[in-house]
């Protein structure tokens, strides 16, 4: 992808204090872009996140903001507004989770399912509507909502995960239309992705079991980096991809392939 080719433009990455986010923000400052660096609850990471957008050359600002509360939304989005005066891009990547076995139905409560919900769908929904004007406002806008294989295989970490992403998708579709033409919105849909997050949650050891089981139940043996994942998501923010809008990308190294073989079974 072309360097430079978002210079001017205006970018804002929820979640991107750490892993697919901050791999994003980086790839969106090499390009040319500003950044508004979001992060809920990892401060210290987001600051390191912004260091190295800036270490780009890029203009960076760190904001904080859970996007399951729509006045942070407005916040995210004004803040970008006061600062560079526009909005051109919009990666709706903050997301959240809780483990639990599809064949448990008594292991999520109501509030699990509401607080999953909030951040995967409504927070997504919430930005695009606190950007909408600026994104419509220079007549090429783009969102990229950072889905799942999850919601589209109804697999993954929890079902209250792949449904809210299963949403998100169909959010994808329902806002593409509504935006059109001014603004494009799609989706990428990873598969496992051998994150930092994965690695703080279940130790080296086991991060690297469980990297290597993934691996090994797709079809190209292969685990996603961070920013592998980011090279699809930049492609659907960038002018390679103008005449793309209402697609759903899966970049799960042909998981989905063997799901679906499974399923015929």
């Not at 890029?58 to 507004?81: F, I, T, Y």
């Not at 509030?111 to 995967?120: F, G, L, T």
């Not at 799960?252 to 799901?259: E, F, T």
Request: hydrophobic content about 45%.
């Amino acid at each position: 992808m072309e360097q430079g080719n978002l210079k001017g433009k205006v970018a804002i990455v929820t979640g991107s204090a750490s892993g697919i986010g901050a791999a994003v923000a980086q790839g969106l400052g090499r390009r040319g872009a500003s950044v508004i660096v979001n992060y809920s609850k990892s401060e210290k990471e987001a600051h390191e996140a912004a260091d190295a957008v800036r270490a780009t050359g890029a203009a960076v600002l760190v904001a904080q903001g859970n996007v399951g509360v729509d006045a942070d939304c407005r916040k995210l989005a004004k803040a970008a507004l006061d600062t560079w005066g526009r909005i051109d891009i919009l990666v709706n990547n903050a997301g959240t989770t809780k483990f639990a076995a599809h064949t448990d139905l008594e292991a999520l409560s109501a509030e699990d399912w509401q607080n999953i919900y909030a951040v995967n769908t409504i927070g997504p929904f919430q930005m695009m509507r606190a950007c909408v004007g600026a994104l419509k406002a220079h007549g090429d806008g783009a969102v990229v909502n950072v889905s799942s294989i999850a919601g589209v295989a109804g697999v993954g970490s929890s079902i209250a995960y792949a449904a809210s992403k299963g949403a998100l998708n169909t959010l994808t579709l329902s806002l593409a239309r509504a935006f059109a033409p001014e603004i494009r919105v799609n989706a990428v849909c990873p598969g496992y992705v051998a994150t930092g997050w994965f690695k703080n949650r279940f130790g080296d050891e086991a991060f690297k079991r469980i990297t290597d089981e993934q691996a090994g139940s797709n079809p190209l043996k292969r685990a996603a980096t961070a920013d592998e994942i980011a090279e699809s998501v930049l492609f659907l923010a960038g002018p390679e991809s103008r005449h793309i809008t209402g697609e759903f990308l899966v970049v799960d190294s042909g998981l989905h392939l063997a799901v679906m073989a499974g399923a015929r079974r």
